[in-house]
Structures are given as C-alpha cells and as structure tokens.
C-alpha cells in the first residue's frame, strides 16, 4: 500500500470513527433531536485538519470557481425531477396521498405551488422563509459533507489512481458506511423487522453509490464545488417538503408509509439507483475521453 493509500484510508477510518461516536454521543445525552444533521459539520473540520497537516495540500484545489448558470440550473431541477419521480410512481402504485395538515398548504400564500417555488430562493437569500443562523448552517452542512466526499476523498482517489470510476465506488461506500448511524436511530426504520432493514440497507448503498455519480459529474463538469453542495441541498429540501424525513418521521406535503415513499426511502432509493447508473456511462465517457481538466492531468 503506497503512502497515498495509507493516508486515504487513515482518512476513513478518522471520520467515520468520530462521526459514528459524535451522533451516539448527541443522541444518548439527547443533545439534538437529529444528530445526524448537527454530524454533518464534522467532515470539513477533519479535512481541514488533514490538508493543514500535510502541509503539501491547497485547500484551494478543492473547486471554489463561481459555477456557471446551467450548472446551477442543472443542481436544482435534477433533485426536484428525481423527487417528483419517485412522486409518481407513489401516486401511480396509490401509496401516497396529499397531507391536509404540511405547512405548504397555507403558508406563506394560500397557493401549494406557490409556496414551494418561494422555497427556491429561501436557499439562497435568508428571512425569506428561514432565519439566517438556520440559512447558514444548511448551507455549512452541505458544504462540509461535499467537501469531504466529493472535493477531498473522491479527488484525492481519482488522481491516486486515475480512475474517476474507482474513485466514485469507493467514496460513494464510504459516504453509505458514514450514514450507518440512521438505520438505527430513524424511528421509522427503528420499527421493521431484520429483513426489510438489511433491504433497506442493500438498497441505500446503491442509491448513494448512485447519488455520488451524479455529483461527481456536475462536480467534474463545473469545476466547482458549488455545484454538488447546490443539488445535495436542494435534493434534502424537496425530499423532507414534499415526502417527509426518516429521520425523525415527520410527514411531507404527501403523506404515507416513509419507508415506501420517502425519498430516501424504498421507492425513493430504486429511483436514484436508476440515476445512478444513467450518470455512470456519463462519467465513464469522462474518463474515457480524457476529460481530466480540473484534476490538473
């Protein structure tokens, strides 16, 4: 194993460690109700950690470049395209029906469509809908995990072993180990058997496999890690608005069984599977042509 190997696995094993014991610690003082989302900080902290002991690494060559419009355009219709497909396969199989209670219904206009287009700009101007600490720590989070996975871990590989392929499988496991915590704190998933659970777990595994190919391609193509902190947020807003959360259970403006119909839930994981492996072929005509431009090769 070549020193790069023995750092990116270092790496690893750092974040998940302390990532798994910082949510059991949140959760067992009960010092946040999803100790998931306040975890998410944690990978940009440990990052910063390992780039200012190398001494050899730019934090700058992470992708900081202001993304063009179609890219942006791009990380906010996909998210609300993937949601709205596993929408209607909820609705085609009658597993999902609209919530009369969801906040969407009358609030801040009498117009459901309305309110959810205002959602859009909320992200990315504050008081719209959202109090400015709460702006910036959805933003922060985001940001962290995508520097982490994406402009770290998934950069690092690919230029270690010049596979963009190699270096989405593996981060994209990595990203699934570090999620591990929620398959036993979600209250929904708190209630299946042992089976339905090892599926879901099955299941999760491809879909952010899946999930870090698309990322990684609006990520490559950009040249900005903009890009993928854009869609992962949007990606969260439009599941938890519209399908509710698994993390703590609360329904979205369509309600019905979270396991079945949540975004990151059964129907929700096949859908982005299927994303997944359309973006596969694109990242492999990527690397095929050699499009290796913000890498530096």
Known sequence: MNPMDKRMLFFVLVLLLSSWAAVF????????????????ILPLV????????SRKEKFSSIGWKFPRLDYIAISIGLPFFQIGLVLVVGLILKLVSINDQHF?????????????????PAMFIPFILLSFPRFVFGWLSHLSEEIAWRGYLFRKIA?????LQKAVFISGTVWWAWHIPMFWLSPVLQELGFWPLVLTAGLALLALVGTSFMYSWIYIQSGSIWTPTIMHLFWNLFR???????????????TGN????????????AVTALFG??????????????HWAMFGI
């Open 25 to 40: 610690f949140i959760r067992f003082f009960q010092l946040g109700q999803d100790p998931m989302a306040v975890v998410m």
């Open 46 to 53: 440990i990052v910063l950690v390992f780039t200012v002991a």
């Open 104 to 120: 969407l219904i009358q609030r801040p206009t009498s117009h459901i469509w309305l309110n959810l287009l205002i959602c859009i």
């Open 159 to 163: 230029l270690t072993k010049k596979s």
């Open 240 to 254: 938890g608005i519209l399908t509710g959360r698994l993390s703590d259970g609360e329904q979205g403006l369509f």
């Open 258 to 269: 979270l396991w079945l119909i949540n975004g990151e839930g059964i129907i929700g994981m």
């Open 277 to 290: 492996l359309i973006f596969y072929f694109f990242i492999k005509k990527i690397e095929k042509k050699n």
